[in-house]
């Protein structure tokens, strides 16, 4: 089970920090991610982050913005939000999967497991 938090309203320029919090598998097996989807638009791929931590994916629309971290110890997995935009506006899932790869990550049917997604909210 994934339970995204840490969504909520800000402005442009802003930054936000959401948090994933796993439960009920062995979290280290997973590899971590978030799509993102904003109204009347395709769910689209924002970041993916390796079993330990060490490597990460980011969509070309959030890469030097955004930045994914995750503590195993914790369960946890972060996705920090700096310099938001309005375009960044969406529905955030959290996502676990178990194959890591420029190939597979960005795809949505690579993941096994999806949160109920949190709200962010960027005015300009």
């Known amino acids: 089970q994934l339970q995204a938090s840490g969504g909520g309203l800000a402005q442009a320029g802003d930054s936000l920090t959401l948090s994933c919090a796993a439960s009920?598998?062995?979290?280290?097996?997973?590899?971590m991610g978030w799509f993102r989807q904003a109204p009347g638009k395709e769910r689209e791929f924002v970041a993916t982050i390796n079993w330990n931590g060490d490597s990460t994916y980011y969509s070309e629309s959030v890469k030097g913005r955004f930045t994914s971290s995750r503590d195993n110890a914790k369960n946890t997995v972060y996705l920090q939000m700096n310099s938001l935009k309005p375009e960044d506006t969406a529905v955030y899932y959290c996502?676990?999967?178990?194959?890591?790869?420029?190939?597979?990550?960005?795809?949505?049917?690579?993941?096994?497991?999806w949160g109920q997604g949190t709200q962010v909210t960027v005015s300009s």
């Open positions: 009920g598998g062995t979290f280290s097996r997973y590899v």
């Open positions: 996502v676990a999967g178990l194959t890591f790869g420029r190939d597979y990550v960005t795809n949505s049917r690579t993941y096994l497991y």
